[in-house]
């Protein structure tokens, strides 16, 4: 698993007159920067791309072409990658699991990253559950996963209005998930909605 996750692209090509030289993870590569927009993001991805126009002399629009390729080098090298980062950060639905079931090589790869002291972060957009609700999938999944190592976005709505001090006495409302909800109780903020309930008669 983890030698397709971290497979990465670490040159750009773009028409510059400013040629700078990167090196990553022992590999040397060129790097043309934009000299109209020197972007060091820029330099994390592998890009070129040819603009073309053409005019048709039997009509008067005019047709743009635009053409991106990406290409990726194959890690050579994971124990240099991961020696280099302190911190992983995973997905969880498609990365972690696929429904109710674990993917393949998500409990090899993790026990090898907490053997080597790495930090690890589980981040997901789905606000269904609490922080604490997706502990205990992860462990019916069989990982050993905490809290303090989840980010769910249902958690970040809460820690943001905590973040701002909202009114206590005032309070959000809600146009989402049940996970969200819990969270605010936790956080001890008051709320008004939620989930739609449809009732079928």
């Known amino acids: 698993m983890l030698g397709r996750a971290v497979t990465a692209s670490l040159s750009i ?5 400013n040629p700078l ?4 993870f022992g590999k040397t590569t060129n790097t043309h920067l934009s000299s109209s927009s020197e972007n060091p993001f820029f330099t994390l991805s592998t890009l070129s791309w040819n603009i073309s126009r ?5 009509s008067s629009r005019m047709e743009k072409s635009f ?3 990406a290409s990726a080098q194959p890690l050579t090298n994971a124990d240099e990658l991961i020696d280099s980062v302190e911190t992983f950060i995973f997905d969880c639905d498609g ?3 696929k429904g109710d079931k674990l993917i393949d090589g998500v409990p090899e790869t993790l026990d090898l990253l907490r053997s080597k002291g790495k930090r ?7 606000s269904t559950k609490s922080r604490k609700q997706y502990g205990k999938k992860f462990e019916t999944l069989g990982l050993s996963v905490s809290e303090e190592e989840i980010f769910a976005s249902s958690f970040a709505a809460a820690a943001y209005l ?3 001090n909202f009114p206590k006495d005032k309070k959000v409302y809600v146009i989402g998930e049940d ?3 819990k969270e605010l109780e936790l956080a001890g903020i008051q709320y008004l909605g939620g989930p739609v309930r449809i009732l079928l008669h």
């Not at 030289?21 to 990553?24: A, E, M, R, V, Y």
């Open 21 to 24: 030289s990167k090196s990553f």
């Open 179 to 181: 996970g969200i909800l």
């Open 95 to 97: 990365v972690i699991w």
């Open 162 to 164: 905590k973040s701002i």
């Open 120 to 126: 690890l972060v589980f981040v997901t957009n789905n």
């Open 54 to 58: 053409r005019s048709s002399s039997r």
């Open 13 to 17: 090509s773009v028409t510059s007159p």
């Open 67 to 69: 053409t991106t390729r």
